[in-house]
């Protein structure tokens, strides 16, 4: 299968991928694969999985999280939704549903199926940001163990990748016992992003 993917031209792929219906039995509500791509795209957003509001809307980060993280990455919305610029891929692409502790992990079947391929076709991609557990799991390979272990060492990928935490505000305890991040990691993030969108072969 991934051979006949790498095959189609770029919009066929991505109208496949919004289309897809592999994890229909397992999810809460009907698929809805939310992504945002572009080949011209210079910085890839990798969050976890859409969450309920987001289903809703069909728009990425369109909730409190995505306000935080265009706030970190000094960005606005039309910037941030200008897939010509930025491209969103999430762990998963469909909303998981709830749990005890908030939204379930990301299917897994959407990186088996899909992640390798999408990458492969971003190839002015010049500043990823990982965005939590899981985006720091498939990318990092597990060089570190939590997802503070990967922040605190951010300057090991600089500059193509930054880990980061979740802009969720459940994340809000973190943030107020590791005050470095955003004294420290969100600077560097802006000064990084100003630098990629505003000269596109910036290495």
Not at 1 to 30: G, K, N, S, Y
Not at 98 to 108: A, E, H, Q, V
Not at 119 to 128: E, G, K, Q, V, Y
């Amino acid at each position: 299968m991934a051979d006949d993917l790498d095959r189609l031209p770029f919009d066929e792929l991505v109208r496949q991928v919004r289309a897809c219906t592999i994890c229909a039995d397992v999810l809460p509500h009907a698929p809805r694969p939310v992504v945002q791509l572009s080949e011209s795209a210079r910085i890839l957003v990798v969050g976890q999985a859409p969450g309920r509001r987001v289903h809703e809307t069909g728009l990425p980060f369109n909730d409190p999280s995505g306000d935080r993280l265009r706030h970190w990455m000094g960005v606005t919305r039309d910037t941030f939704y200008d897939e010509q610029k930025l491209a969103i891929l999430p762990m998963g692409f469909c909303y998981p549903g709830t749990g005890k502790s908030g939204d379930l992990p990301p299917r897994p079947e959407c990186a088996a199926a899909w992640r390798k391929t999408l990458l492969a076709r971003l190839p002015r991609i010049r500043l990823t940001l990982l965005i939590g557990q899981y985006a720091h799991a498939w990318h990092l390979g597990g060089q570190h163990k939590s997802v503070t272990g990967n922040v605190r060492a951010w300057r090991e990928y600089w500059p193509d990748t930054i880990p980061m935490p979740h802009p969720s505000p459940r994340n809000n305890l973190w943030l107020r016992n590791n005050p470095w991040f955003e004294q420290d990691v969100v600077p560097a993030l802006r000064a990084r992003i100003a630098l990629v969108l505003g000269h596109p072969d910036s290495q």
